[in-house]
């Protein structure tokens, strides 16, 4: 596995994907990425939730002359709640580079878009009909656009499009850098490549199957500010032999670490921060059991091989679904039964669907655990160890001074003191993180609310903290994506 730092990206492209907690790039992301920044076209087989936005969207940023007010990236996507999408993510990896980015899509006012429009953006995400539209009206122009997307290309093809997008590869100028992604490639979409692209390096990334059949995958619906609260009372009721517990950035690993020092656990944090001396010397203070939970970052975790792991906390949820597999693998191993338990907030749940599906595995939820559970936990670890003690070892030598201790006091009395002198009382230290922002899934899940199109929604304004719109409702959008009745509010929202 390759990190964002490793492919050359640009200092501002690299803070927008540190803040936005990405630091190792996805497969996807991996081999197109170096091959967009060269300039070359390229076919990208991968299913949806493998980073294919930031794979095409980083190549494309990097090009963009944020001087020149005019559209210089284009992409086209089949829906308007993935053109949505699509141009916020696109919108906050090019935030500190100051590229503006605008979605245009069928079904929300025309003279909203076209006011948008003379702002000048760099980028537009487009459904097609609607980009032809303004094409035709001259609305929008596409002289100097440099890099063009077909985003989910086998999609538009099921929704008719096709048409729509040959028309507009030959409207966009020959000298163009074009990049397509499907899931499958039907033979209408080699055509395209064969026949509107220059030369084009395929990328083929499937998507791995859960092969692991050893490991009780769960998860708890939990708010972001109840994490850490959560995380402590489970460990004081599972008491893991040795866990990992996987954070998203270097900051929330060394915040997670402190927290749990507080809280009186032996845990220490690894991350790409760290000296390789450093990094190997908490690496053998856990395979020592000399601390008994390792917090990291996927990167630092890259390459691990600890035996004897029982317990696996996915503290943030991954972006991908190659990553969750690429976590839990590390219990379970050595023909050794493992836990993986999983975080997630409401807004995530999505995501959780996604990679239940690509992995073709079930994730059973379970109830968060209270604090008076966790100690309880705690508790009934002390009667374990009486009981072994009672049971293995000859304790003839303390009889006398038990007896003597009887004559003096109720059995009920000693029983307690002597499990609450052998209890780990947890110190309940008050522990506050950053919050990192939740991992949105493009394409939502059937059975979820809808997106809906009209008026000024806050949750369709990405300058706040609202929520992404999830499914990709085709109700919304008729078969040519522009002439729908729907009223639309103003969606200029990725103008800072």
């Not at 294919?52 to 002359?65: L, N, Q, S, Y």
């Not at 990709?472 to 990725?494: A, C, D, E, H, V």
């Amino acid at each position: 596995m390759t990190t964002f730092n490793e492919l050359g990206i640009s200092k501002p492209i690299m803070k927008a994907l540190e803040k936005m907690g990405f630091e190792e790039a996805t497969p996807i992301q991996e081999q197109t990425i170096p091959l967009g920044m060269q300039g070359k076209d390229v076919i990208g087989q991968a299913q949806t939730g493998t980073g294919k936005t930031a794979a095409f969207g980083i190549p494309m940023i990097e090009k963009i002359d944020k001087d020149a007010k005019k559209i210089q990236g284009l992409v086209v996507a089949p829906t308007r709640e993935l053109a949505i999408q699509v141009s916020e993510e696109i919108h906050r990896l090019g935030k500190f580079k100051g590229v503006r980015t605008l979605p245009v899509y069928g079904g929300q006012h025309m003279d909203r878009q076209i006011r948008a429009l003379k702002e000048g953006p760099h980028i537009v995400v487009a459904t097609p009909g609607r980009l032809l539209d303004h094409i035709r009206r001259k609305t929008i122009k596409i002289d100097n656009v440099h890099t063009a997307v077909l985003d989910e290309a086998d999609e538009m093809l099921n929704m008719g499009f096709i048409d729509d997008i040959r028309d507009i590869l030959k409207m966009i100028p020959e000298e163009r850098q074009t990049l397509l992604f499907s899931a499958t490639m039907p033979r209408e979409i080699r055509e395209i490549a064969s026949t509107l692209m220059k030369n084009p390096e395929e990328v083929k990334v499937k998507s791995k199957e859960m092969t692991v059949s050893n490991i009780d995958q769960s998860f708890l619906e939990v708010l972001e500010k109840q994490k850490f609260d959560t995380l402590t009372n489970l460990l004081d009721i599972q008491a893991p032999e040795l866990a990992i517990v996987f954070g998203r950035t270097k900051k929330r690993v060394d915040e997670v670490t402190e927290g749990l020092h507080a809280r009186g656990f032996r845990a220490e944090g690894i991350h790409g921060d760290l000296t390789q001396g450093k990094r190997m010397s908490v690496l053998n203070k856990f395979k020592s059991g000399r601390i008994e939970i390792l917090v990291a970052t996927d990167v630092a975790a890259r390459g691990l091989d600890i035996s004897g792991v029982t317990h696996v906390y996915n503290f943030d949820v991954p972006q991908d679904p190659e990553s969750y597999v690429h976590r839990i693998g590390r219990t379970g191993r050595a023909g050794k039964t493992g836990e993986a338990i999983s975080f997630i907030t409401p807004r995530e749940m999505p995501h959780l669907h996604l990679i239940e599906k690509v992995t073709k595995s079930k994730v059973k939820r379970m109830d968060a655990p209270s604090f008076d559970e966790a100690r309880r936990g705690q508790q009934q670890l002390t009667v374990e160890k009486l009981t072994s003690t009672i049971e293995g070892q000859d304790l003839k030598d303390y009889r006398e001074t038990a007896a003597e201790l009887l004559d003096q006091h109720d059995s009920v009395t000693v029983v307690a003191a002597a499990l609450k002198l052998m209890t780990k009382e947890r110190r309940n230290a008050p522990v506050t993180l950053s919050s990192v922002q939740p991992v949105s899934v493009k394409g939502g899940q059937k059975g979820k609310k809808k997106f809906r199109g009209g008026g000024d929604n806050k949750r369709n304004n990405f300058s706040r903290k609202g929520g992404k719109p999830s499914g990709r409702n085709r109700k919304f959008q008729n078969k040519r994506g522009s002439n729908s009745n729907s009223s639309g509010g103003n969606r200029n929202q990725n103008f800072k």
